[in-house]
């Protein structure tokens, strides 16, 4: 089950060929705000991109996934002030610089949740700064 709060957003063309096919195999199920979709206006809900995935075929879902991680342009967590993470390289692998985030987070910031869980970093140094920019 995925988090109902994770947007996803994906090249226009690479979604509209799957909502197309979505919609060519079950023409009786309507998605709202699917035009938005389409258009590359919105996000998508992970959790509805999950649950179109799963009506294709083993076959048909494996070739739609590696088409989403090639064209995968942000994901973000909800609608809030937060930013989205743009262009991530999917699948997340461990890394030096997935290790330095890491280490940065644990020595010069943390993660706080009120509604939301939150990461911070805060440094003076301009060269870790943009380190953790980079990163």
């Known amino acids: 089950m995925c988090n109902k709060n994770i947007y996803v957003k994906i090249n226009k063309e690479t979604i509209n060929q799957i909502l197309t096919e979505f919609i060519k195999n079950n023409p009786k199920i309507k998605i709202k705000n699917i035009w938005f979709y389409k258009k590359g206006t919105y996000y998508i809900p992970l959790d509805l991109l ?20 090639s064209n995968l342009e942000a994901i973000r967590f909800g609608y809030g002030r937060g930013k989205p993470i743009k262009n991530p390289k999917l699948p997340i692998k461990f890394s030096p610089e997935l290790a330095r985030i890491c280490g940065h987070l644990i020595g010069d910031g943390g993660i706080t949740q009120d509604r939301a869980y939150t990461a911070h970093y805060t440094n003076k140094n301009e060269f870790l700064i943009q380190e953790f920019k980079q990163d």
């Open 50 to 69: 999950v649950n179109i995935l799963n009506s294709f075929s083993t076959e048909e879902q494996f070739n739609f996934k590696k088409l989403i991680e």
